[in-house]
């Protein structure tokens, strides 16, 4: 009760400028866009992931129909070991190198 007091004569010794309803409105409509652009973020970051998925998805299962069409008990096994083999970790996302460029600079050699 006491803060709500508190509260009541805080808001009564701000100016009549701040205590127009207009400033309530502008807050408000601030706080509505802020909300709108999170949960824009929060969906479309939500649709990435579900993309993402589903590409990853579909590349393993065509690799398993690649594998199942072999010829060959050992190479059907050989290469379904190879796809549940996790792949080796990458420092920071860094790009592969460049074969080409190191073919061509052993040439002159």
Same mark, same amino acid.
């Given at each position: 009760?006491?803060?709500?007091? /508190?509260?009541?004569?805080?808001?009564? &010794?701000?100016?009549?400028?701040?205590? /127009? =309803? /207009?400033?309530?409105? &502008?807050?408000?409509?601030?706080?509505?866009?802020?909300?709108?652009?999170?949960?824009?973020?929060?969906?479309?970051?939500?649709?990435?992931?579900?993309?993402?998925?589903? #590409? &990853?998805? /579909?590349?393993?299962?065509?690799? #398993?129909?690649?594998?199942?069409?072999?010829?060959?008990?050992?190479?059907?096994?050989?290469?379904?070991?190879?796809?549940?083999?996790?792949?080796?970790?990458?420092?920071?996302?860094? =790009?592969?190198?460049?074969?080409? &460029?190191?073919?061509?600079?052993?040439?002159?050699?």
């Amino acid at each position: 009760m006491r803060t709500l007091h /508190a509260v009541r004569r805080w808001w009564a &010794s701000l100016p009549p400028a701040l205590r /127009a =309803p /207009a400033w309530r409105s &502008s807050f408000a409509a601030l706080v509505i866009v802020a909300l709108l652009l999170g949960f824009h973020q929060v969906v479309r970051q939500a649709v990435r992931q579900g993309e993402l998925l589903r #590409m &990853s998805t /579909a590349t393993h299962a065509q690799a #398993m129909w690649r594998c199942n069409s072999l010829n060959g008990a050992r190479m059907r096994e050989r290469c379904r070991a190879e796809l549940d083999t996790p792949l080796p970790a990458r420092q920071h996302d860094a =790009p592969p190198p460049n074969t080409a &460029s190191v073919d061509l600079a052993q040439f002159g050699r």
